[in-house]
C-alpha cells in the first residue's frame, strides 16, 4: 500500500482516500462538520482545513485525496490557527443554548469547540436570528443553531432521493429549508437528525425526553423488516428512548428508515401485556398459574394450530419446533409476519434504498428452519397458538379459540382466551437472519418488563404444569 | 499613442455586421483559422501571450490546452461576460458595440478546443447588451457564420446567450457554470477544474469577453505581433481599462499592456482628479484589489508589477478616490458589498464577511473601539485564503490593505467617536 507522512506518523493508504480517512486510520484526528463519509464532498465548513507540503495554502483534507509521500500537518501553527478560527465563525451566530439542546453532548459543535476552540469570545454584534417553519412530524427544526453544513440536503438529494432540503438566500442570510416550506416527504427523514452536526434538526420523537449522556447505548439490529439493518438502542432506567442507525458498510451504510427507527415505541406503550392476562368477564389481568391453566384449558383436546411469528429470533423457533410437538401433539406449525408476504420468495425490495416488503426481521431464518408460510387455517383448526415476537402482523383467526406468547398488544387480544407475555426484540439475546441470509445477533438492551418471561421459560411452565396435573 | 484594437470602434456605428465586415476585417480570422489546425491555433494563442482579461490573468493558451483532445463528454466554450466586479465596464462596451467581434472569437476558440456549443453568460443587469447580443447572433446564423458547417469548414458552432440573475458569485467561473445549469449560483470545490468537468459535467473552457474578443486579432496578425504589442514581459496585447471615481474623464480606455504607470492613466489619461484635489487612494483592479495610496501609484500598470506591490490588476478597473472622501466608509460599503455577495456556502467568508461589514460599519458610525483594528485584520486574516473560492480573498484583501495603510483615517473615527467628514 502507497504511503504518506501525517503529523509525523507514517500512513497507509488506500489510492483515492482522502486525508480524512487516512488520518483516522493513523490514529490522527481531523476535525469536520460538513464532510460525511456517505455524503458528496463539498469542502464547505473549511474546518478539516490541513498544511501539505509544497502546497502554499492549507487545503481542505476531505476534498484532498493522499499521494503517495505526501507530508501533511493537522497540527500546525497555520492549521490550529485555522480550526479555532473556523470554531469561532460558527460560533458567532450560534445561540449557544446547549443547556436546553437536545443535541447536547453528541454535538459535533460542541466537541469541536471543546477540542480546537478558543476560550475567549470577540464577538459582540447582534446575533443572526431565523424563524422556524414546521417541517412535518418528524424532524424539529432549528436554524439558528444551523452551522450550513448541507449535509440534510446532501442526504435528502443523495440517499434519500428526494430534493426536499434546500438553501434559500445567501451568505449571512442563507437559510437551510425545504422546498417551499413543505413538510418533509421522506420516510427516511430521521436520518436528517443523524447527519446534522448540531441541534438544528432534532427528532421530535426524542425531544427533551433525555440528556444524550445518561442513555446506555447497545449495539443490535432493527426488527423492522428483512433487511436487517445495524442499530443502536439507547435507553435509561428500562425505557428506550430511541433507537439510532449503527454503520454496517454492507448492509445499510449509516442510514434507518423511520419504520425501523420509531418501530421501538411498543416496547413501553402502556397497551402491552406485559403481566399474564386471561378471560374473565373480558380480559383481565392475573397470575401466571392462573394465565396458564387459562391457556392450557383453551387448547386441550382440540386440534391446534400453531402461529409462529417471523419476528422470533432463530433460538426462539428452533425452541418451538422441538417443544411444540410435546406440547401440542399433532399441531401443525406455520411461520406468519406480513401480510402479502406468505414466503421468502415474496420478500423484495420495497424502495430504492433498504426497505423491504418483509416486516419481520426473521422470514428468511424460519424458512431456513424448514417452517412454511400461513396461508389458511387448516381444517379443523380448534384451537391456535399464537407465537409473537412484536412485530408480526397475527392473520385473521377466523374465531378459533387463541392463546397467545409473547409480545401482545392489548386490542390485538380482546378475544384471547390468555395471553403469557413475552420478550421484545430489545429485551432477548438472539441470532435473526436476514434476506440474504446473513445471520446478525440481537442483543437484549433492557431488562422484561413487567412479569413478561422468555419464551423457553414459558415453555417450561407450561410443561411443568402439564407434568403437575 | 501606440496602437488600439478596440477603442476605435466602440461607437454606435459599428454595431452592424457590415461595418465589422468592412472596417474590422470581420469573420477573416475565421476563415484563416478554418485553414490551421486546431493545435495550431491554441499554440498561436499560447505564443501570443494573452492573459486572461477577467481577473486572475491566467495565460488563455495554457487553459486552451488543458482541455483533453479525445472526451467521450460534451466540450463546451462558455464567455463569462458576467462582469461582475465593481468598477469594471470594459465588456459591456464591447458587447454593446463589436458583439461579432466576440461571437468571431468564440467560434474559433471553439474550433481551436473541439467545441460545438458555445455560451455567453451575461449580466443579468445587461439587458441591452443581452438583446444586441441576440440580434448579432442572430445575423451570424442567417450569414453562415453560427450554425451548421460555417463557411463550408464542416464544423459547427451553436451559440446562446444565457442571462444571469444579478449575483457576484456567478462572474466566478464555477459559480457561473452551475448557474448556467440551473442550479443555485455556487462555487464548486475544484479540483477537478472545468477544463476536467465543467458544464453539465463536459471539459469546458471559460473565458472572459475580451479575451475572446482578442483571438480574432491574434488569429489574423499572429500570436508574436500580439505579443509585441505588450510593453511588458508575459503580457501581450493591449488592456481595456475601466477608469472610475473621483477623476475629470471617467470611462473605458485602451492601452498597450503595461505601458502606462497608474500615475499617468489617473493623470495623463483621466484628465485627474475631480475638481484638482489631491488623490486619497487608488483602488487598481475592481473593488476586490488592495488599495494603493498616492504614494505608490508610480507602479506600472499591468500583471506582475501590481502583484510586486502587493495588489493586483484584476478585471482592470481602476478606481480612484480623491482626498474629500473618506476611506473607512469607503471600505465599509466595498465590504458590505462582499458579504452580501457571498454564497454562503463557506464559513469563513459566511460568517467572516459580515462580521467585518459590522465592525467597519461601527467604527464609521462612531461605534468603534481600540481593538477593532487588530480585530479585523484578524478576522480578513482568517478569511483570507482558506475560503471555498476567491470571493473571500477579494473580502479580506481590500480590508487588510485599508486597515493598514490608512490606519490613522480608522483611529480618528474611533477616537473621535464619529466620521470626521460626516
Not at chain 1, 276 to 291: F, I, Y
Not at chain 1, 446 to 462: C, E, T, V
Not at chain 2, 3 to 22: C, D, F, I, K, W
Request: proline content about 5%.
Amino acid at each position: 500500500m502507497p504511503k504518506c507522512m501525517i503529523d509525523g506518523r507514517e500512513a497507509e493508504f488506500k489510492p483515492g482516500q482522502n486525508l480524512i480517512e487516512v488520518a483516522r486510520s493513523a490514529g490522527i484526528e481531523i476535525p469536520y462538520f460538513c464532510y460525511h463519509p456517505g455524503l458528496t464532498v463539498v469542502a464547505q465548513c473549511r474546518m478539516c482545513t490541513v498544511e501539505i507540503d509544497k502546497m502554499a495554502k492549507l487545503q481542505t483534507a476531505c476534498s484532498t485525496p493522499a499521494t503517495e509521500g505526501m507530508v501533511v500537518k493537522t497540527q500546525s501553527e497555520r492549521a490550529k490557527k485555522n480550526q479555532a478560527s473556523v470554531m469561532e465563525f460558527l460560533l458567532i451566530n450560534h445561540p449557544l443554548d446547549c443547556p436546553i439542546c437536545d443535541k447536547s453532548g453528541e454535538c459535533d459543535l460542541q466537541d469541536n469547540s471543546y477540542k480546537f476552540g478558543d476560550l475567549y469570545q470577540r464577538y459582540t454584534e447582534e446575533r443572526r436570528t431565523y424563524v422556524d417553519l414546521d417541517m412535518g412530524p418528524v424532524i424539529k427544526k432549528n436554524m439558528n443553531r444551523c452551522i450550513h453544513c448541507t449535509r440534510c440536503i446532501r442526504f435528502g438529494d443523495e440517499i434519500a432521493g428526494i430534493h426536499e432540503m434546500v438553501a434559500v438566500q445567501r451568505g449571512n442570510d442563507t437559510e437551510i429549508t425545504t422546498v417551499d416550506g413543505r413538510p418533509l416527504e421522506t420516510d427516511y427523514a430521521g436520518n436528517y437528525s443523524d447527519v446534522c452536526p448540531t441541534g438544528s434538526l432534532t427528532l421530535k420523537d426524542f425531544r427533551f425526553k433525555k440528556r444524550a449522556w445518561f442513555l446506555k447505548k447497545t449495539a443490535t439490529v432493527c426488527e423492522g423488516c428483512a433487511k436487517g439493518c445495524n442499530m443502536e438502542v439507547q435507553q435509561d432506567a428500562n425505557v428506550v428512548y430511541r433507537c439510532l442507525p449503527r454503520e454496517n458498510l454492507e448492509i445499510n451504510k449509516w442510514w434507518l428508515c423511520d419504520e425501523g427507527r420509531f418501530n421501538y415505541h411498543y416496547v413501553n406503550d402502556s397497551r402491552r401485556i406485559n403481566i399474564p392476562v386471561h378471560q374473565s368477564g373480558g380480559l383481565a389481568p392475573t397470575n401466571w398459574s392462573a394465565a396458564l391453566s387459562s391457556a392450557r384449558a383453551a387448547v386441550k383436546g382440540k386440534k391446534v394450530t400453531v402461529l409462529i411469528g417471523s419476528d422470533l429470533t432463530q433460538e426462539e423457533a428452533q425452541l418451538a419446533k422441538s417443544q411444540v410437538p410435546t406440547l401440542f401433539p399433532g399441531a401443525e406449525m406455520f411461520h406468519y409476519g406480513t401480510p402479502g408476504v406468505i414466503s421468502a420468495a415474496d420478500d423484495a425490495p420495497a424502495d430504492k434504498i433498504l426497505k423491504r416488503k418483509s416486516k419481520t426481521s426473521n422470514l428468511h431464518g424460519l424458512e431456513r428452519l424448514g417452517f412454511k408460510g400461513f396461508t389458511a387455517m387448516p381444517a379443523g383448526t380448534q384451537a391456535v397458538v399464537v407465537l409473537r415476537g412484536g412485530r408480526a402482523t397475527v392473520p385473521d383467526l377466523k374465531g378459533v379459540t387463541a392463546v397467545g406468547v409473547g409480545v401482545f398488544s392489548k386490542p390485538q387480544v380482546e378475544s384471547f382466551a390468555a395471553v403469557l407475555p413475552g420478550l421484545s426484540f430489545v429485551e432477548k439475546d438472539g441470532t435473526i437472519v436476514n434476506f440474504e441470509g446473513r445471520e446478525q445477533k440481537l442483543k437484549k438492551a433492557i431488562s422484561a418488563p413487567g412479569q413478561s418471561k422468555p419464551l423457553s421459560d414459558i415453555f417450561k411452565l407450561w410443561a411443568s404444569a402439564e407434568a403437575a396435573r | 499613442m501606440s496602437e488600439t484594437l478596440y477603442v476605435q470602434h466602440l461607437n454606435e456605428e459599428a454595431r452592424p455586421l457590415a461595418y465589422y465586415l468592412s472596417k474590422m476585417d470581420g469573420y477573416t480570422a475565421l476563415k484563416k483559422a478554418f485553414t490551421m489546425a486546431p493545435d495550431d491555433i491554441t499554440a498561436e494563442v499560447k505564443k501570443s501571450n494573452l492573459r486572461g482579461r477577467g481577473g486572475a490573468g491566467f495565460p488563455t493558451g495554457m487553459k486552451w490546452g488543458f482541455i483533453p483532445k479525445q472526451s467521450p463528454k460534451v466540450k463546451y466554450l462558455v464567455c463569462n461576460a458576467d462582469e461582475s466586479e465593481p468598477g469594471t465596464f470594459k465588456d459591456r462596451d464591447l458587447m454593446r458595440y463589436t458583439p461579432h467581434l466576440l461571437i468571431e472569437g468564440m467560434v474559433i476558440g471553439g474550433f481551436a478546443i473541439g467545441s460545438s456549443i458555445g455560451y455567453i453568460y451575461i449580466r443579468g443587469e445587461y439587458t441591452r447588451e443581452a438583446k444586441l447580443l441576440q440580434i448579432a447572433i442572430d445575423e451570424a446564423y442567417e450569414k453562415g457564420y453560427l450554425g451548421k458547417n460555417i463557411l463550408g469548414s464542416g464544423f459547427t458552432f451553436d451559440l446562446t446567450v444565457h442571462r444571469g440573475a444579478g449575483a457576484y458569485i456567478c462572474g466566478e467561473e464555477t459559480g457561473l457554470l452551475n448557474s448556467l445549469e440551473g442550479k443555485r449560483g455556487e462555487p464548486r470545490v475544484k479540483p477537478p477544474f472545468p477544463a476536467q468537468s465543467g458544464a453539465f459535467g463536459g471539459p469546458t473552457i471559460v473565458n472572459n469577453v475580451e479575451t475572446l474578443t482578442n483571438v480574432p486579432f491574434i488569429i489574423n496578425k499572429g500570436g508574436e505581433w500580439f505579443a509585441k504589442l505588450g510593453k511588458v514581459e508575459k503580457s501581450g496585447g493591449t488592456r481595456l481599462i475601466s477608469i472610475s471615481g473621483h477623476v475629470k474623464k471617467p470611462g473605458v480606455y485602451e492601452i498597450a499592456a503595461g505601458a502606462m504607470t497608474v500615475r499617468q492613466l489617473i493623470y495623463d489619461v483621466a484628465g485627474g482628479i475631480l475638481n484638482d484635489r489631491k488623490l486619497k487612494a487608488v483602488i487598481p483592479g475592481g473593488s476586490s484589489a488592495p488599495v494603493l495610496t498616492a504614494d505608490e501609484i508610480d507602479v506600472i500598470y499591468d500583471i506582475e508589477p501590481l502583484a510586486k506591490v502587493g495588489t493586483m490588476m484584476g478585471s482592470a478597473a481602476l478606481m480612484v478616490v480623491s482626498e474629500d472622501y473618506c476611506v473607512v466608509r469607503l471600505i465599509e460599503r466595498i465590504t458590505k458589498f462582499y458579504a452580501h455577495e457571498s454564497c454562503g456556502q463557506c464559513t469563513p467568508c459566511r460568517e467572516g464577511c459580515k462580521w467585518m461589514e459590522d465592525v467597519l460599519h461601527r467604527i464609521e458610525h462612531g461605534h468603534g473601539r481600540e481593538e477593532d483594528l487588530a480585530l479585523l485584520l484578524d478576522i480578513a486574516d482568517n478569511i483570507n485564503g482558506k475560503t471555498l473560492c476567491a470571493l473571500g480573498d477579494a473580502a479580506a484583501g481590500p480590508v487588510t490593505s485599508f486597515v493598514k495603510k490608512f490606519k490613522a483615517d480608522f483611529e480618528a473615527h474611533i477616537r473621535g467617536k464619529r466620521c470626521p467628514s460626516a
